[in-house]
């Protein structure tokens, strides 16, 4: 968006679909996997990050938690 000097929301967001409608193109005529099909993954990064956090808080309590955690 810099490097073309694009202002506004109305020129980004054409910017936008005109720059992802390539990179589907791109994904389809190599043959990839386009993102919609990609497997679900079963936790959400939320999740994970606050199953870590809860990890980290209980070793905390218990005096095993290490510097490099």
Do not use: F, N, W
């Not at 791109?26 to 994970?48: F, N, W």
């Not at 956090?53 to 309590?61: E, F, N, S, V």
């Not at 218990?62 to 510097?67: C, E, I, N, Q, R």
């Amino acid at each position: 968006m810099r490097k073309d000097e694009i202002a506004g929301a109305k020129a980004a967001t054409a910017t936008h679909y005109k720059i992802g409608k390539e990179v589907r193109g791109a994904i389809e005529k190599i043959g990839g996997t386009m993102p919609e099909d990609l497997p679900t993954p079963e936790k959400s990064i939320q999740q994970i990050e606050k199953e870590k956090m809860a990890r980290l808080k209980t070793k905390a309590k218990a005096g095993k938690l290490m510097l490099d955690e």
